[in-house]
């Protein structure tokens, strides 16, 4: 391709051919570009596993503020992403649409990060409220100036419908190994029980060397994904040049790019499912303190599974996308994840579950611990491969808006999915905030002296709710409408505008 704009402003007008044969997408450059998803990792479980907890039993905040306070920084992100995602749809650099915003991220994500976790601790809560909103915004909007360009990418680095399956395996493999490893980390050697703090997890330092840790990590993590990949940048869909436009006629063209059938079901899918999703990751941590009365050693052992759950899913999302096709197959294994994951609660209601108390034979090892291990192991393996099937459903709508529109609109789609994973960590928490006010569950207690009715009324309360939220995503998910055969052809097609669009670029009619 010459790079000469199409009369559409389209497809002939984003490509530039790089100088020699394109690079090869092997196993280590989707290695490499998923790498940077390390970062969202760490913020992600930060946000998901530690924020409510942290703010609310150490801090001091009220439940209902810290999900108030989550929430408020979330509505004002909405009027972010989709900006940025625009931005970087329609940005020419010579390092092209994306990669500049990646670069410029990493130090705002670390500093932010850092400050999150390093709040005021004297200030009244009025003002430690405040505090939490803007420090929210501002981690929310720099992670969004990295994640929407650099996920965009997995559009941009292949059209091939199993392939992508792939990409976007390694962005899940490696989200998860950073921010599992810290959390471990976090559990088995920053929450030290002191004479001053003998729960370990109401340890206020072990989240301040938790901050500092994470900082670094998402700094490097970044850097390393942006220049690992920045070699690909002269093959990559380049922005058109194009003359300024009104407001108006802007947002006309980001309505009609989004106003399509399978964004919009994938939008509501993840919306629904983010919201489930948050909720479990923000009670999870109340659900290993306080019903299974673990230590955080123990508690990150159980976190454990998520390793081998992530890399089985790496190698089973293709299998499943060539088999049974990503529809079909991630609503299936969404359903089974959800299942497996309430076994052991359902368990307990019945009082069928082995005691907190009762150990492996003369072992020191609760005997909870295997089978908690074994379910988490068999629920990460159906969840996470049902994540990245959806996910890759996302990445198949960029050449289905493209036939419809001229326009490649990676980054407005992929903003509205940094938004949609935002809700895991800002509706999720809101939502996992009322119920702990539903329960009046109480604030600063320990394990033994919260009442098992309370227990009980917690987790008959929290099920439904997250069951409800899954099986509502599952059946929108029914409406996406596109399949591989479709989605070959769209490309075909594509691809032969492009070409009979060069062709009359250079041989022009007399």
Same mark, same amino acid.
């Given at each position: 391709?010459?790079?000469?704009?199409?009369?559409?402003?389209?497809?002939?007008?984003?490509?530039?051919?790089?100088?020699?044969? !394109?690079?090869?997408?092997?196993?280590?450059?989707?290695?490499?570009?998923?790498?940077?998803?390390?970062?969202?990792?760490?913020?992600?479980?930060?946000?998901?596993?530690?924020?409510?907890?942290?703010?609310?039993?150490?801090?001091?905040?009220?439940?209902?503020?810290?999900?108030?306070?989550?929430?408020?920084?979330?509505?004002? $992100?909405?009027?972010? $992403?989709?900006?940025?995602?625009?931005?970087?749809?329609?940005?020419?650099?010579?390092?092209?649409?994306?990669?500049?915003?990646?670069?410029?991220?990493?130090?705002?994500?670390?500093?932010?990060?850092?400050?999150?976790?390093?709040?005021?601790?004297?200030?009244?809560?009025?003002?430690?409220?405040?505090?939490?909103?803007?420090?929210?915004?501002?981690?929310?909007?720099?992670?969004?100036?990295?994640?929407?360009? @650099?996920? @965009?990418?997995?559009?941009?680095?292949?059209?091939?419908?199993?392939?992508? @399956?792939?990409?976007?395996?390694?962005?899940?493999?490696?989200?998860?190994?950073?921010?599992?490893?810290?959390?471990?980390?976090?559990?088995?050697?920053?929450?030290?029980?002191?004479?001053?703090?003998?729960?370990?997890?109401?340890?206020?330092?072990?989240?301040?060397?938790?901050?500092?840790?994470?900082?670094?990590?998402?700094?490097?993590?970044?850097?390393?994904?942006?220049?690992?990949?920045?070699?690909?940048?002269?093959?990559?869909?380049?922005?058109?040049?194009?003359?300024?436009?009104?407001?108006?006629?802007?947002?006309?063209?980001?309505? $009609?790019?989004?106003?399509?059938?399978?964004?919009?079901?994938?939008?509501?899918?993840?919306?629904?499912?983010?919201?489930?999703?948050?909720?479990?990751?923000?009670?999870?941590?109340?659900?290993?303190?306080?019903?299974?009365?673990?230590?955080?050693?123990?508690?990150?052992?159980?976190?454990?599974?998520?390793?081998?759950?992530?890399?089985?899913?790496?190698?089973?999302?293709?299998?499943?996308?060539?088999?049974?096709?990503?529809?079909?197959?991630?609503?299936?294994?969404?359903?089974?994840?959800?299942?497996?994951?309430?076994?052991?609660?359902?368990?307990?209601?019945?009082?069928?579950?082995?005691?907190?108390?009762?150990?492996?034979? $003369?072992?020191?090892?609760?005997?909870?611990?295997?089978?908690?291990?074994?379910?988490?192991?068999?629920?990460?393996?159906?969840?996470?491969?049902?994540?990245?099937?959806?996910?890759?459903?996302?990445?198949?709508?960029?050449?289905?808006?493209?036939?419809?529109?001229?326009?490649?609109?990676?980054?407005?789609?992929?903003?509205?999915?940094?938004?949609?994973?935002?809700?895991?960590?800002?509706?999720?928490?809101?939502?996992?905030?009322?119920?702990?006010?539903?329960?009046?569950?109480?604030?600063?207690?320990?394990?033994?002296?919260?009442?098992?009715?309370?227990?009980?009324?917690?987790?008959?309360?929290?099920?439904?709710?997250?069951?409800?939220?899954?099986?509502?995503?599952?059946?929108?998910?029914?409406?996406?409408?596109?399949?591989?055969? @479709?989605?070959?052809?769209?490309?075909?097609?594509?691809?032969? !505008?492009?070409?009979?669009?060069?062709?009359?670029?250079?041989?022009?009619?007399?």
């Amino acid at each position: 391709m010459t790079g000469i704009e199409a009369p559409s402003g389209g497809r002939l007008g984003t490509h530039v051919a790089g100088e020699g044969p !394109r690079p090869e997408v092997s196993t280590a450059v989707r290695a490499i570009y998923g790498f940077g998803s390390i970062a969202f990792g760490i913020k992600d479980n930060g946000f998901r596993v530690f924020l409510l907890l942290f703010y609310n039993q150490v801090v001091g905040l009220p439940a209902a503020l810290v999900a108030a306070a989550v929430m408020t920084a979330m509505l004002i $992100d909405c009027l972010i $992403d989709p900006v940025i995602g625009h931005v970087s749809d329609n940005f020419r650099s010579k390092w092209g649409r994306r990669h500049p915003f990646m670069y410029a991220s990493a130090l705002p994500v670390a500093l932010s990060f850092l400050l999150l976790w390093n709040p005021p601790f004297h200030w009244e809560q009025a003002h430690l409220f405040w505090y939490l909103v803007v420090v929210a915004v501002i981690v929310r909007t720099f992670i969004t100036l990295y994640e929407i360009p @650099s996920s @965009s990418m997995s559009a941009e680095l292949t059209t091939d419908y199993t392939e992508r @399956s792939k990409i976007v395996g390694w962005r899940y493999f490696f989200g998860w190994w950073g921010g599992l490893t810290l959390t471990i980390a976090m559990f088995w050697f920053l929450m030290k029980a002191t004479p001053e703090h003998p729960v370990g997890q109401l340890n206020p330092e072990a989240y301040v060397k938790y901050g500092y840790i994470g900082a670094v990590l998402m700094f490097l993590s970044i850097l390393i994904s942006a220049a690992g990949t920045h070699r690909f940048i002269p093959w990559m869909p380049q922005a058109p040049v194009r003359e300024k436009r009104p407001l108006s006629a802007v947002a006309r063209e980001v309505f $009609d790019t989004l106003n399509i059938r399978p964004f919009l079901t994938i939008t509501a899918v993840g919306l629904v499912a983010s919201i489930a999703t948050g909720v479990g990751f923000s009670l999870a941590f109340y659900i290993s303190t306080y019903v299974w009365e673990l230590t955080p050693f123990w508690t990150g052992v159980l976190q454990i599974d998520a390793y081998f759950a992530s890399a089985a899913a790496l190698a089973a999302a293709p299998l499943m996308t060539r088999h049974s096709g990503k529809k079909k197959a991630g609503g299936v294994l969404l359903v089974f994840s959800v299942f497996i994951g309430f076994l052991p609660l359902i368990l307990r209601l019945m009082g069928i579950f082995p005691d907190n108390g009762d150990m492996v034979g $003369d072992t020191k090892i609760p005997e909870i611990v295997p089978w908690l291990f074994l379910d988490g192991l068999v629920r990460g393996v159906f969840g996470i491969t049902a994540s990245i099937l959806i996910t890759a459903m996302l990445t198949d709508v960029v050449e289905y808006s493209e036939q419809r529109t001229g326009r490649r609109s990676e980054g407005l789609f992929f903003a509205f999915t940094s938004l949609i994973q935002k809700a895991v960590s800002g509706v999720g928490v809101m939502v996992a905030g009322w119920i702990l006010a539903v329960v009046a569950f109480p604030v600063g207690s320990k394990p033994s002296e919260v009442p098992p009715e309370t227990i009980a009324k917690l987790l008959m309360v929290y099920m439904p709710v997250v069951g409800g939220l899954y099986l509502l995503s599952v059946i929108i998910l029914q409406a996406y409408n596109i399949t591989k055969e @479709s989605h070959e052809e769209t490309v075909r097609e594509i691809e032969a !505008r492009a070409q009979a669009a060069e062709d009359g670029a250079t041989n022009p009619s007399p």
